[in-house]
Structures are given as C-alpha cells and as structure tokens.
C-alpha cells in the first residue's frame, strides 16, 4: 500500500519570502503524485501533479514541485509567499483500484500560514 | 459549468437520525467517490463509483451505503448516525485516466449529537 507523510503540520512565512512544504511518500512502483489545497471552507483544488514526465513540476499560482526518487520525497515550493496562498496543503499519492479507478492517499495536511 | 454540487453545506443529527448527502456532476465523469476530512488525519475514502450502477467500499465504509443510479449523481446515506460520523464530507469525480485531477464539492459539515 502507498502512503504519503507531510512533515510539517503548519507552516508560517512572511509575505514575500519562500515557501515550502515538505513530503515523503512511500511507493512500491512509479507513483502518481498531487498537491491540492483547501482555502477555508471550500472544497480541494488542484495544485499540480507529477506525471513521470518532467521531475520538476509547475502548477497554479506560482507553486512547483520537485519529483526526488532518491529520496522519497515531493515537496511543494513558491519562491515568494503571497496572503492568498494561506490555506491548508495536501501531498496525495494516487493508488490505482480495480476498473481502473484512482484510490487517492492524502497526507495528514499542512496549514500554511501568512505573515504580513 | 457548476462542476460538482453538494447538498447541504451544514446538517446537524441527533444519534440514531438518518440522513442521504447529495452529491451531483455535471462533467459526464465515470468515477465518484465520498470523502471524510478530520482534524489532522487528512481524506479518507469512504465508498467509490467507477460507473452507473457499481460501488464499493473504501477505507472507512462503516455506518454508509451508497448507490449509482445515474452517471450524475451519487449520495451517501447515513443510516443511523453516530457522533464519530461528525466531520465534514466531500464528494469527489474524476474522469477515467491515471493522472486524472479530482474535482471535488465545497464539502457538507455534519454534526452528530
């Protein structure tokens, strides 16, 4: 079974500074990997998603993610921290079910918060 | 383009109550699937649909039923509540694909007494 562990449960920069949320995941074949987030209360939006395409992976708002199979590990980055990006972070790792459906493994979450 | 609909935001039971979330697409996607989010514990699956009339259990399927009558819809019925089922629920669909991103509902907040 797949598994992912975000490191950090909560976050906080200042406005204009990097960010980054950190994840390891566990996987024994090539994973399908994803970042969602969760502004208060909505639902889940995608962020990105690693594909085996490219190991560096660019999605919405600025963020990207770094695909490491040495290390385990798929954190999320954005070089400079924005008031919207306050919000709660999902790593997911994708488990494939029978018919072909998607069994989605979420971390436990990390709550980014922005200082002004 | 609504995407996905939940209904309702916000439902408080007494413990034994019974109650059916809806959940609805409008985006013709093949897989559904039900959600619960608690405090530090991220989404657990609950039940999954890969077609109109095909269900099954996820990780958490105790005290839920589920049915897929139409490719739109999907509910989840609780069918005696208990408070251990207070969280906040979330109805996902996808297309078929292994990268396919899930588009999920704004989420019903449910509490049990």
């Known amino acids: 079974a797949q598994s992912v562990t975000q490191l950090d449960s909560h976050v906080s920069v200042s406005e204009g500074t990097p960010v980054l949320l950190r994840c390891n995941y566990s996987?024994?074949?090539?994973?399908?990997l994803f970042w969602y987030v969760q502004h208060p209360n909505k639902g889940l939006q995608l962020l990105l998603k690693?594909?085996?395409?490219?190991?560096l992976v660019k999605g919405i708002n600025g963020f990207e993610a770094e695909f490491k199979k040495s290390e385990t590990s798929f954190h999320l980055t954005k070089p400079s921290a924005h008031m919207s990006d306050a919000a709660e972070y999902f790593c997911?790792?994708?488990?494939?079910?029978?018919?072909?459906?998607?069994?989605?493994?979420f971390g436990q979450g990390t709550r980014l918060t922005i200082n002004p | 383009n609504a995407g996905v609909t939940q209904t309702p935001k916000f439902q408080v039971l007494k413990t034994g109550q019974s109650m059916t979330l809806q959940c609805a697409q409008d985006?013709?996607?093949?897989?559904m699937s039900w959600y619960r989010q608690d405090p530090g514990m991220g989404l657990r699956l609950i039940h999954y649909?890969?077609?109109?009339?095909?269900?099954d259990q996820g990780e958490v399927p105790n005290g839920y039923n589920v049915s897929r009558s139409t490719t739109e819809d999907f509910p989840l019925r609780l069918l005696s509540a208990a408070p251990s089922q207070t969280s906040v629920y979330f109805c996902?669909?996808?297309?078929?694909?292994?990268?396919?991103?899930?588009?999920f509902g704004n989420g019903t907040r449910l509490t049990v007494t």
């Open positions: 997911v790792v994708s488990d494939q079910l029978e018919q072909g459906a998607q069994k989605l493994v």
């Open positions: 996987s024994s074949y090539s994973p399908s």
């Open positions: 690693y594909t085996s395409a490219a190991t």
């Open positions: 985006m013709n996607h093949e897989y």
């Open positions: 649909s890969v077609g109109a009339g095909i269900t």
């Open positions: 996902a669909s996808f297309a078929r694909g292994a990268f396919s991103p899930l588009h």
